[in-house]
């Protein structure tokens, strides 16, 4: 066993790492000549056989810890779960497996993160709780992963006139000071990544297979070196390529940004158009914008019908960053509880605290209360004037979503535009078309009053 490990991650890692040895795994044919067949290929826990297992040591207060202990049995049964205990067993006696394991990794430069560390990146254990991946294998500054920036998606088969306007995206933000969070495949990704590290920026490879070889690559090294690029990867260095694996990454690209560009894609396949409609759809991280000139495709046009946004080509670091309304309010992750007490796993798959971003003010079964005058002030009442601080400019309904760090648009409709609509602190950019996907919401001269009235100085709580 690794002592450079705690034992909570050693146990994850016991438990849902592969260990492969040069991304080979053993034979299943028998050998001849009197020898021993070797034994069957032992698979470890996938991501949800392992949230369900956390989930179960978590209702009777234990931890993946107390499995490497003299009462590691004890704790099996206690759990009540229904994998198989015995290769529970045989992945937690892969001692020496993850030593060879680790002493590779380490001669690659790669390091190896689990949920029980404090500097896993805080964004994945709030935005994907508990399916964000319970171990993350890298090379680079891992602090970069907890900068936030903006992700760049696209084909991989693209003209090179795609490719230069991924990369002059890249050279911009290197010089807004944000970060590009890729895939790191050819195409669309590399050029923006190429693009942001080329003008002295950073970049985040959010590889699906192939972190060895990246690691190793000529290219690379240097970035890698200076700090400037990251590459990391849920799944173990040496895997071959999947396709659910890459699919499965889209979402730790969209959750470790601030916002998101498509810069091209086909409609109804591929990677780039189901990692952008799950967001549009269902996840709702950050918001997404398209390519606005150049060639059109319907993959475009029908992320703008989804809920998208067209992307207005800032020509200026200051544009970027006011498009992205780098302000704290806005892409501020919240906080996560302090790290518990001695003997206490830091928020491993298994949550001993329940983190909620979205739902801090919404009205039991979606209705609205009523609040007299003469009432407290609740959350319900408090709804307008949370709006009104973070609102900045002209800010987009998706826009206004993550700075509130909702997700229900009715919420924020009912609770927060309306009432500001009415009271005449806001108004919209198209009056005329209220439902448009352009549409944006921007202070009056009344809301400025109120904010001055109600000491608003102070910026939104996360």
């Given at each position: 066993m690794n002592a450079d490990f705690s034992p909570n991650a050693q146990a994850i890692l016991l438990l849902t790492a592969p260990l492969l040895a040069g991304g080979r795994r053993r034979s299943k044919r028998p050998q001849t000549g009197g020898k021993r067949a070797p034994p069957p290929n032992l698979k470890p826990l996938s991501a949800a056989e392992?949230?369900?297992?956390?989930?179960?040591?978590?209702?009777?207060?234990?931890?993946?810890?107390?499995?490497?202990?003299?009462?590691?049995t004890e704790t099996l049964c206690a759990s009540g779960t229904n994998l198989d205990r015995e290769r529970i067993q045989r992945l937690l006696g892969r001692g020496f497996l993850l030593a060879q394991a680790v002493e590779r990794w380490r001669a690659r430069a790669l390091w190896i993160m689990t949920r029980a560390d404090a500097d896993y990146p805080k964004r994945l254990k709030v935005r994907l709780r508990e399916n964000a991946p319970p171990v993350l294998y890298g090379c680079g500054d891992r602090t970069i992963l907890n900068g936030g920036g903006l992700a760049v998606v696209g084909s991989r088969e693209v003209n090179e006139d795609l490719i230069k306007y991924a990369e002059d995206v890249g050279r911009l933000a290197a010089g807004a000071k944000m970060a590009i969070v890729s895939g790191g495949a050819?195409?669309?990704?590399?050029?923006?990544?190429?693009?942001?590290?080329?003008?002295?920026?950073?970049?985040?490879?959010?590889l699906a297979n192939?972190?060895?070889?990246?690691?190793l690559n000529r290219g690379?090294?240097?970035?890698?070196?200076?700090?400037?690029?990251?590459?990391?990867?849920?799944?173990?260095?040496?895997?071959?390529?999947?396709?659910?694996?890459?699919?499965?990454?889209?979402?730790?690209?969209?959750?470790?940004?601030?916002?998101?560009?498509?810069?091209?894609?086909?409609?109804?396949?591929?990677?780039?158009?189901?990692?952008?409609?799950?967001?549009?759809d269902k996840l709702r991280f950050v918001p997404?914008?398209?390519?606005?000139?150049?060639?059109?495709?319907?993959g475009l046009e029908a992320l703008l019908g989804r809920g998208a946004e067209a992307w207005t080509n800032p020509k200026t670091p200051d544009l970027l960053q006011r498009i992205l309304r780098a302000d704290p309010s806005r892409a501020q992750v919240p906080a996560l509880p302090s790290r518990p007490e001695s003997g206490q796993y830091h928020l491993p798959l298994a949550e001993r605290w329940e983190v909620r971003e979205d739902r801090v003010d919404e009205p039991v079964g979606g209705a609205t209360e009523h609040v007299s005058e003469s009432a407290p002030r609740t959350s319900a009442a408090k709804s307008p004037d949370r709006l009104l601080r973070v609102i900045s400019a002209e800010m987009s309904r998706q826009e206004l979503l993550a700075a509130l760090k909702l997700r229900d648009v009715r919420n924020l409709r009912e609770r927060y535009l309306r009432p500001c609509l009415q009271e005449g602190w806001i108004e919209m950019t198209i009056p005329d078309k209220p439902s448009s996907r352009n549409q944006r919401f921007r202070l009056t001269a009344a809301g400025r009053n109120h904010l001055e009235e109600m000491g608003a100085g102070a910026a939104e709580p996360g």
């Amino acid at each position: 066993m690794n002592a450079d490990f705690s034992p909570n991650a050693q146990a994850i890692l016991l438990l849902t790492a592969p260990l492969l040895a040069g991304g080979r795994r053993r034979s299943k044919r028998p050998q001849t000549g009197g020898k021993r067949a070797p034994p069957p290929n032992l698979k470890p826990l996938s991501a949800a056989e392992y949230r369900d297992f956390a989930r179960q040591l978590r209702a009777v207060q234990r931890e993946p810890a107390d499995l490497l202990g003299s009462d590691a049995t004890e704790t099996l049964c206690a759990s009540g779960t229904n994998l198989d205990r015995e290769r529970i067993q045989r992945l937690l006696g892969r001692g020496f497996l993850l030593a060879q394991a680790v002493e590779r990794w380490r001669a690659r430069a790669l390091w190896i993160m689990t949920r029980a560390d404090a500097d896993y990146p805080k964004r994945l254990k709030v935005r994907l709780r508990e399916n964000a991946p319970p171990v993350l294998y890298g090379c680079g500054d891992r602090t970069i992963l907890n900068g936030g920036g903006l992700a760049v998606v696209g084909s991989r088969e693209v003209n090179e006139d795609l490719i230069k306007y991924a990369e002059d995206v890249g050279r911009l933000a290197a010089g807004a000071k944000m970060a590009i969070v890729s895939g790191g495949a050819r195409g669309t990704d590399q050029a923006a990544m190429r693009g942001a590290l080329d003008a002295g920026g950073r970049s985040v490879g959010v590889l699906a297979n192939g972190l060895e070889r990246a690691a190793l690559n000529r290219g690379n090294r240097n970035f890698l070196m200076d700090g400037r690029l990251v590459l990391v990867c849920p799944y173990d260095p040496a895997a071959r390529f999947l396709v659910g694996h890459a699919m499965q990454r889209n979402k730790l690209i969209y959750a470790l940004s601030d916002a998101a560009l498509v810069v091209n894609s086909d409609r109804g396949r591929g990677g780039t158009w189901a990692g952008a409609t799950e967001q549009l759809d269902k996840l709702r991280f950050v918001p997404v914008y398209v390519r606005a000139d150049g060639e059109r495709s319907k993959g475009l046009e029908a992320l703008l019908g989804r809920g998208a946004e067209a992307w207005t080509n800032p020509k200026t670091p200051d544009l970027l960053q006011r498009i992205l309304r780098a302000d704290p309010s806005r892409a501020q992750v919240p906080a996560l509880p302090s790290r518990p007490e001695s003997g206490q796993y830091h928020l491993p798959l298994a949550e001993r605290w329940e983190v909620r971003e979205d739902r801090v003010d919404e009205p039991v079964g979606g209705a609205t209360e009523h609040v007299s005058e003469s009432a407290p002030r609740t959350s319900a009442a408090k709804s307008p004037d949370r709006l009104l601080r973070v609102i900045s400019a002209e800010m987009s309904r998706q826009e206004l979503l993550a700075a509130l760090k909702l997700r229900d648009v009715r919420n924020l409709r009912e609770r927060y535009l309306r009432p500001c609509l009415q009271e005449g602190w806001i108004e919209m950019t198209i009056p005329d078309k209220p439902s448009s996907r352009n549409q944006r919401f921007r202070l009056t001269a009344a809301g400025r009053n109120h904010l001055e009235e109600m000491g608003a100085g102070a910026a939104e709580p996360g």
